[in-house]
């Protein structure tokens, strides 16, 4: 029970508080996108055994509020002339500006990977940019000169695992 009274009127109000629930209000789910950043290279030229050589640059934005990006799937964009084979490890890296945020394999001959970020996810603060850099190094094997091909890998549209902060969602 709450009493409260008024401080010009001197009337005293008496209310009982239940302890059922009220209703719930959902102001808006979150969600994010995903663009091309302008810093991702088209083309270059490289040659087996480089390292930390940059494939491609996204940029993520969320809306409505933080999420964390827990999972992202890539694929390889020129499966004529790359394969995972091409990078030590069958892996790329994934970078948030110099922190190693997670790794992609591509097993056997897939051109498929799906990358689980470390600790919760990698952290896309409410109408803020966050740059997502794919890096990888090549293996320096018969034929693998880089010069004639592009090997690369790319964001797959639709299969990627957010979560809001506020929602759960």
Known sequence: TIVVTGVTSSVGITDTVNGSAGQTMTIGSGSFTVQKDASSPSYAVVSGASTGVTLGVLKLRATNEDQYLRQIRLQLTNTASSSGSNFVGNAVNLYDGT???????????ATFATSTLMGN????????DKILTIKADLINGAGQAYTAGTVGANLVAGSNNAQGMSSSQ
């Open 99 to 109: 922190t190693l945020v997670g790794t992609a394999t591509f097993n056997g001959s």
């Open 121 to 128: 996810g990698l952290l896309l603060p409410k109408d803020t």
